[in-house]
Every structure is written in structure tokens, then in C-alpha cells.
């Protein structure tokens, strides 16, 4: 079979593989094309460096936790390495990275695993200074940690139970 030029053009318009790319670069209002021209949005994870900072970030809360006479006996296992994998997962997975927390635990539902906890105003108060102690050792863009910063002090609040 032999085509014009313009007959292969036309074929080729009207090829699946051309319709379904057509699909992904759609445009929007402004005249943006979707997919083609934008990379996919850069996540604070990406900017900080991915797991190794939530992971050097909560091992740093920990060591607060292991030295204070309030939050450390409310912990409830003494080698404090599953805990800080859990909330670094947990973080990771929530500023954009694998949802690898989700995986291993299911849906976070804080405030249920928090329910046996006694999250009075105090350990809040507690909790909250001893993160942002640790977020303030940490190296990175002043706009991400505004926006790490302000995330924890919203939770922290949402999880006062007492
Ligand atoms: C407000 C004060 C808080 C207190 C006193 C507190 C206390 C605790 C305690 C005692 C545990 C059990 C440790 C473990 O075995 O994992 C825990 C787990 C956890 N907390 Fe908190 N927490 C607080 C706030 C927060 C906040 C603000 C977050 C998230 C931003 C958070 C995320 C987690 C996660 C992800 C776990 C592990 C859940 C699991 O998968 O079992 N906590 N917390």
C-alpha cells in the first residue's frame, strides 16, 4: 500500500496512540498545554531531600522525647526506632512523597490512634516544642519550613483529645 503525503498525514491524525496523547495534552483556558509543557509540580519532599530528612527530622524529635520527663513515659515501646519510622513514613508520604505509611499501616486516622493518649493542652504544648525544636536544626528553603511549621502546629491543635 503506498499513501500521499497527504494521505499519511491524515492516517496518522487519526491514529489511537495520537487521540490518546491529544487526551493527556489537553489545553487549558489560559492556552497552557497540559502535560507537555509543565513538569509534574516539585514537592516539598523533593525540595528537602526525600525520606533521609523526615527520617534525620523525627529522629531528632525523638531524642527530645527520650529526655523529657512528661512526653517520654507516654510512649509505649522503649526502642523508639518502629516509632520514628512510622511518623517519618508518615510525613513523607504526606508532604508528596511514596505512600509507602499508607502501605504498611493503612489510613493514618491520627486522631483514633491517638485516642489512647491523654493529649492535653500540656503534652501538646510539649509535643509541638520539641518538633519544631527539631525543625528549626533542619536545614532548608524558608517558605518550605513556614509551610512544614504551620502544618504541624494545625495538627498538633486537631489532636488535643483532653
Ligand atoms: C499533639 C501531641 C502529640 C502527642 C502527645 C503524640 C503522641 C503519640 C504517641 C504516644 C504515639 C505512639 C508512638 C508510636 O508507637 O508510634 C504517636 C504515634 C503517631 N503520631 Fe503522634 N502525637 C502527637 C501529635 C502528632 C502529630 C501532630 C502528628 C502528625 C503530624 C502525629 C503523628 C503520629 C503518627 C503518624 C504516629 C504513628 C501512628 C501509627 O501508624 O501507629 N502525632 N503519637
Redesign the pocket.
Known sequence: MSYTRKGTKAQVLQSKSLRVLRGHLRRDGDGTVRGMDEAPEETLYDRVGGLAFFVDLVSRFYEGVSDDEF?GP????EDHG??IE??A???AQ?WGGPPT?SE??GH?R?RM??D??K?TKK??D???GL?LGAVDEMEMDPGDRADLVA??DL??????NR
Open positions: 512526653l507516654m510512649y509505649p515501646e518502629p516509632a512510622r511518623l513514613l508518615f510525613l504526606y505509611y504498611l499501616r493514618p491520627l490512634r491517638h489512647p493518649y493529649i503534652a501538646r510539649a509535643w509541638l518538633m502544618y504541624l495538627a498538633a491543635h486537631q489532636l488535643r
